[in-house]
């Protein structure tokens, strides 16, 4: 699914915005693509109309307009964004993704927005499992540092899906004993899949990322990197950051 933005008042997950105040290397002449992958919510999601929204959209949208820039939201398979990046496919990648050494080879990251996560894996309550060591086969989303670090720091069957949608049927009907992602992800998992549970305690390790979750630009492009580094300050600053998390039950 693709989203355009149109001139106009700041919308929620939707809208083209172009103001005053961005840097005047920037090219404003162009439409810059922003690349997500929308079944992660709740940074990303689609809603009940097919539209995308989540706290990233809504910080993308804020960004946008307040650096100048037409932007264009692309819904695409997770582990193709950095390549698609790389090739000049898409100008940027919002996706709650954190920079990790190997991603930071093929682009450049903006500041973090929201502080690292912790990771959990979850599963089904009627599995009855007490620790990770009950676990034999483990889903992940292909292409992210949960998987990265599956295998390279456990002895589990790996099973790597294209969406976070896929693998929550896998888990549902036991083709999988367990699914790693982020608390903050797994929270809305949660609350709206009463037999899911999480299993063994939350995880932190270097691989999941060296920051929290950031924007993605093309390392050529430093001008749109230092407009949305100056934009998030201001998103901090202003308060606008902390608006989302309470719109979207964040606590980090």
């Given at each position: ?31 810059y ?10 940074y ?20 946008c ?8 939201i ?16 898409i100008?940027?990648v ?9 991603r ?36 992940t ?5 949960q ?22 049927l896998?888990?549902k ?15 809305p ?28 630009v ?12 100056a ?7 202003t ?7 309470v719109k ?5």
């Amino acid at each position: 699914m693709k989203k355009l933005f149109k001139l106009g008042l700041l919308a929620a997950s939707m809208g083209l915005f172009v103001a005053n105040g961005a840097s005047a290397a920037l090219d404003k002449s162009k439409t810059y693509i922003v690349g997500t992958e929308a079944t992660y919510a709740p940074y990303e999601y689609l809603n009940d109309k097919g539209q995308i929204e989540g706290f990233d959209i809504d910080l993308i949208n804020y960004i946008c307009q307040d650096i100048g820039i037409t932007c264009k939201i692309e819904n695409q398979a997770f582990d193709g964004l950095f390549s698609n990046l790389n090739f000049k496919k898409i100008d940027l990648v919002i996706a709650g993704v954190h920079p990790t050494e190997a991603r930071l080879k093929v682009a450049a990251f903006s500041q973090e927005y929201l502080p690292k996560e912790l990771n959990v894996y979850v599963t089904l309550k009627a599995n009855n499992y007490t620790a990770t060591t009950d676990l034999k086969t483990v889903g992940t989303q292909a292409g992210t540092s949960q998987a990265k670090y599956l295998d390279e720091k456990t002895k589990f069957k790996v099973v790597k899906y294209q969406t976070n949608d896929l693998a929550f049927l896998d888990l549902k009907a036991k083709r999988i004993d367990a699914y790693i992602l982020s608390q903050e992800v797994a929270k809305p998992l949660l609350a709206s899949t009463p037999e899911f549970t999480t299993v063994g305690e939350p995880i932190s390790d270097p691989l999941f990322g060296l920051t929290g979750p950031a924007i993605a630009v093309h390392k050529q492009n430093k001008e749109l990197l230092d407009a949305i580094n100056a934009s998030l300050e201001k998103a901090k600053n202003t308060g606008f950051i902390d608006q989302l998390k309470v719109k979207y039950n964040m606590n980090n």
